[in-house]
């Protein structure tokens, strides 16, 4: 048992240790040798750039109380896409997590659990929108993306 274990350890070492070398020495336009997930393309089937385009998730699932009687809550989580590249922008966004958070919750809070029911979703989209762009100095949100939204009693 003792040698096999010594033996992982020492091929995991050596899978290390050549990564890094190659990392170190490879030239900076190479190709990635490889990747891990997905194909390379946008769900309309257009291909996308490595490294052109991140999604921003960091404001994670909200689960947020409804207005009115009786009680519901709505569950949503809202991300969107940022140019990989702009790295102050991505600092700012990460800066604005709070402030997403709390924009949503007060927007998704005031809605009753008929309105929420009956949410026209782009409508959403479009004043969540424009609230999270009010805030941003060093770039804009094109589009967001709603993902598990949800009406629960």
Same mark, same amino acid.
Do not use: C, Q
């Given at each position: 048992?003792? &040698?096999?274990?010594?033996?992982?350890?020492?091929?995991?070492?050596?899978?290390?240790?050549?990564?890094?070398?190659?990392?170190?020495?490879?030239?900076?336009?190479?190709?990635?040798?490889? +990747?891990?997930?997905?194909?390379?393309?946008?769900?309309?089937?257009?291909?996308?750039?490595?490294?052109?385009?991140?999604?921003?998730?960091?404001?994670? &699932?909200? !689960?947020?109380?409804?207005?009115?009687?009786p009680s519901a809550t709505i569950i949503i989580a809202i991300s969107?896409? *940022?140019?990989?590249?702009? +790295?102050?922008?991505?600092?700012?966004?990460?800066? !604005?997590?709070?402030?997403?958070?709390?924009?949503?919750?007060? *927007?998704?809070?005031?809605?009753?659990?008929?309105?929420?029911?009956?949410?026209?979703?782009?409508?959403?989209?479009?004043?969540?929108?424009? !609230?999270?762009?009010?805030?941003? +100095?060093?770039?804009?949100?094109?589009?967001? *993306?709603?993902?598990?939204?949800m009406v629960v009693d």
């Amino acid at each position: 048992m003792y &040698r096999v274990v010594v033996a992982v350890i020492l091929l995991l070492a050596v899978v290390l240790i050549t990564g890094s070398l190659y990392g170190a020495f490879k030239p900076k336009d190479s190709p990635p040798l490889f +990747r891990i997930g997905g194909d390379g393309e946008k769900g309309r089937g257009e291909a996308v750039p490595a490294g052109d385009i991140h999604v921003f998730s960091g404001i994670g &699932r909200l !689960r947020i109380p409804l207005a009115g009687e009786p009680s519901a809550t709505i569950i949503i989580a809202i991300s969107f896409p *940022y140019p990989a590249d702009d +790295r102050a922008f991505a600092e700012e966004l990460a800066s !604005r997590i709070g402030d997403f958070r709390s924009i949503a919750t007060e *927007y998704f809070a005031a809605l009753s659990p008929e309105k929420a029911a009956a949410l026209n979703e782009e409508t959403a989209k479009a004043e969540i929108l424009g !609230r999270y762009n009010a805030l941003l +100095r060093l770039g804009k949100i094109e589009t967001l *993306y709603f993902g598990d939204l949800m009406v629960v009693d």
